[in-house]
């Protein structure tokens, strides 16, 4: 075999393996999020979007815990402008700065006990995982939960849940 059909032969045979390795191009986070526990299920679904350079994160649909957990549906333990905001269209995640597949230097928002953590996420080079990670003074003092991109489509635009305020906020 020449060199030249050995080449062109390697090139085919790798060629596609290299494709499904390589991140796309543009792939953010924007776009919609799944969030699940460590059993499974699902809490909810989260849509994000840039703004001046940076990525917010709002919740758009959430479903009931297992068990006899209450469905809490508004940000009682909030300060600020999100105090007793409704939890749908409450956004989450701010300030996420993007540098290629990691975004830094934003907060998360725990509603459960109003508390801000600071954050960090990183999106898997095929862009559909997102690791989440909140933590106290340095990222080793943390958690993260890995969410699962959804369709682009999973809720019309028009029912995408405005970003929502506390009463006071209004």
């Not at 459960?112 to 989440?132: F, W």
């Not at 993260?144 to 305020?165: C, G, H, M, Y």
Request: aromatic letters at 10%; charged letters at 20%; proline letters at 9%.
């Amino acid at each position: 075999m020449r060199p030249f059909s050995l080449a062109l032969l390697f090139s085919a045979a790798l060629g596609p393996a290299l494709a499904v390795s390589a991140p796309a191009p543009n792939q953010t986070a924007a776009g919609f999020w799944q969030q699940a526990d460590d059993g499974g299920h699902v809490g909810a679904w989260f849509y994000f979007w840039e703004v001046n350079g940076h990525y917010q994160g709002r919740l758009v649909k959430f479903f009931k815990p297992p068990g006899n957990q209450p469905l809490v549906t508004v940000c009682a333990k909030c300060e600020g402008n999100q105090k007793d905001a409704p939890m749908l269209g409450l956004t989450i995640v701010k300030g996420m700065r993007r540098d290629g597949l990691k975004y830094e230097d934003g907060t998360i928002l725990d509603p459960r006990d109003g508390k801000v953590y600071h954050a960090q996420m990183e999106l898997s080079p095929d862009g559909q995982k997102l690791s989440v990670r909140g933590y106290i003074g340095i990222p080793l003092l943390g958690q993260t939960q890995v969410w699962n991109r959804l369709p682009d489509d999973t809720i019309p635009a028009a029912q995408v849940p405005k970003e929502s305020f506390g009463p006071a906020a209004q």
